[in-house]
């Protein structure tokens, strides 16, 4: 249980070695997530020291936080208003060493004046990145705030997915990299999607105290692009205030923190947990429980991070949900959690064709797209190099029999009606 207050974007996380409340994020193995817009303050009280770093005097008494960003950019990490002399620094694994450290500061960074750390970064997106905030001193920092934030901004980039050009949000740089035509920083994609397909899990798995527990959907069958996601999540847990969460589409490694460590519980709550709705740009009707007319938190919210990042592409697949209990003495479970998947109808670059076995691009499904797959698929599958047009019908950067498989499976559901 953590005695703390917090919102969606500010989490009181850090207070090293209490008996009540051991924070998870004292060592790199188990740092604490954040999202790519985040805010979060704590305290190196009784913390250990388990990284090093090559600013100054490697830093002591560090607190550990894990950054899977999902556009690839700059971030400019700060520990502006600290209570003390900080050292910033990032890493590629734990445990976190010269060797495998990116980038490190430790005064007169490009965010803080004098002895508090900041530092510039381009992160990749999908990848994920240890980031240690460490006291300069041996004795520990009685308060630290540490904050992350996009240097980038996002446009409208035109890419080709099954050969249609449709609408992701990118950086003008991460545009470029994937051969895309960028419509310029803050252009919107305006996309319009249908209705929602529900894929829905019930694993009632309890979620380590602390620790993490991940479930995952198998989302097949979906036709077209994706223009938008909603994720509905149910958590048994007496201290909500411990829970974050989450989501990952495998196949493409796009991710996105959805919840993070909101309320203010000062005590456990009894048959009290979560009900929550996820979704960009609705409004918050987010509730904290409120005993003992309303024990569970419920409500809808926007994500830390934007679920448009994962629009525009395929999302068949895998889903992973993962859920973090950041702090010991109170225990719960994942009850149950779905997606609503919208296809994506029109975006500024042009409507969408849901025909996924139209090879041809013609419309609709006919014999003539089933004799131009296989065609492909024979002249590409004996070296697995996708060529013009591509037979890699599940976009897994390879030629396999999964293809082949999956065309035939989609044009035998399609044919004579998709597009018709």
Request: hydrophobic share 35%; aromatic share 10%.
């Amino acid at each position: 249980m953590m005695k703390s207050v917090a919102t969606s974007l500010t989490a009181a996380l850090s207070i090293c070695g209490l008996s009540f409340a051991q924070a998870i994020n004292d060592d790199c193995a188990e740092a604490i997530a954040v999202g790519s817009t985040t805010t979060t303050s704590g305290s190196q009280v009784n913390c250990n020291t388990d990284g090093l770093s090559s600013c100054s005097n490697g830093g002591f008494r560090d607190v550990w936080y894990s950054f899977t960003p999902a556009i690839t950019g700059i971030y400019r990490l700060s520990t502006c208003g600290s209570g003390g002399d900080t050292i910033l620094s990032v890493h590629s694994a734990c445990p976190g060493t010269v060797q495998n450290q990116l980038a490190c500061n430790d005064d007169n960074g490009p965010a803080c004046v004098a002895t508090n750390a900041s530092l510039d970064f381009s992160f990749v997106a999908g990848q994920t990145y240890k980031v240690r905030v460490a006291s300069f001193y041996q004795s520990f920092l009685p308060n630290f705030t540490f904050a992350v934030t996009p240097r980038f901004t996002l446009g409208a980039c035109g890419v080709n997915v099954g050969g249609q050009t449709v609408c992701q949000l990118r950086s003008a740089a991460e545009c470029l990299s994937v051969g895309g035509s960028y419509n310029g920083d803050n252009s919107p994609c305006n996309t319009q999607y249908g209705p929602a397909t529900t894929y829905s899990s019930s694993p009632n798995v309890a979620i380590p105290d602390p620790g993490f527990v991940e479930d995952t959907i198998n989302v097949s069958g979906f036709a077209g692009t994706l223009g938008h996601v909603r994720v509905n999540v149910q958590i048994a847990h007496p201290f909500v205030t411990d829970i974050y969460f989450e989501l990952t589409h495998v196949p493409t490694g796009v991710r996105s923190l959805l919840f993070q460590r909101s309320c203010a519980i000062l005590n456990p709550i009894p048959n009290s947990g979560l009900n929550v709705g996820i979704e960009d740009g609705v409004v918050d009707t987010f509730t904290c429980p409120n005993p003992p007319l309303a024990p569970v938190a419920s409500g809808q919210r926007p994500p830390v991070d934007i679920l448009a990042a994962f629009n525009g592409r395929d999302p068949n697949g895998a889903w992973t949900l993962r859920v973090t209990d950041a702090a010991g003495n109170d225990v719960g479970s994942l009850v149950a959690w779905s997606l609503e998947l919208s296809r994506r109808t029109q975006d500024v670059f042009g409507v969408d064709n849901p025909c996924s076995a139209d090879f041809d691009h013609t419309g609709g499904v006919t014999v003539a797209d089933l004799f131009a797959f296989l065609d492909a698929w024979f002249t590409q599958f004996p070296g697995g190099t996708p060529g013009t047009p591509s037979a890699d019908f599940d976009s897994d950067n390879a030629v396999t029999v999964a293809d082949l498989f999956g065309f035939l499976d989609s044009w035998f559901g399609e044919f004579g009606v998709c597009g018709q």
